[in-house]
Structure formats: structure tokens, C-alpha cells
């Protein structure tokens, strides 16, 4: 943590009735909840183009990926890593 940051939530817990545990619990919960709701985005996105992710597996092992248009082998593997964030964030979030 930056000395500036340091400062800031001491002078915050002076003025506030939080403890800097709070802070920091409430801060990684915010950061989160922001990046669940944009992973559901991003999910909700190709499920809307796909339908589910093993759909979108079958269609690749059927139709191949041109070596011209990488977008379906793209979206598989962004979206494999949207589903492995998701689980994460939400692991993190029990662990509260």
C-alpha cells in the first residue's frame, strides 16, 4: 500500500465508523461485484450468439476453424475464461 493510501484510510477511519479492515473488505467486495456483472455481460453475450458452451464446442469440432476466421475458437476460449474468472470471484466471495 502507498503511503498516500495509508494516510487516506487512517484519516477515513478517524472520521468514518469503520475500521480499515472494513474498508478493505468492502473495497475488494465492490471490486468483485463490478467484474461479476461485467463477466455476466460478456456471458450472457455469447450464450445469446451460442446458446451454451458445449454447443459452441460441438459447432467448432464440426465446422473446424478456417484459418481465416478464428472467431468461433476465439469465443470458445474467452468464454472458457469467463466461466473460470466467474468461479473464482464467487470462491472469493464465499470466503467472506
Known sequence: MTLYAEQLLERATQVLPASSDDFLLRGI?????????ALKKADWRLRARYGSLEKL?????VEGVTP???RLYTDYLEWGAIRHELSALVGLLEAF
Open 29 to 37: 467486495t465492490a471490486e468483485a461485484t463490478d467484474r461479476l456483472v
Open 68 to 70: 481465416d476466421d478464428h
Open 57 to 61: 464446442q460441438q459447432r467448432i469440432a
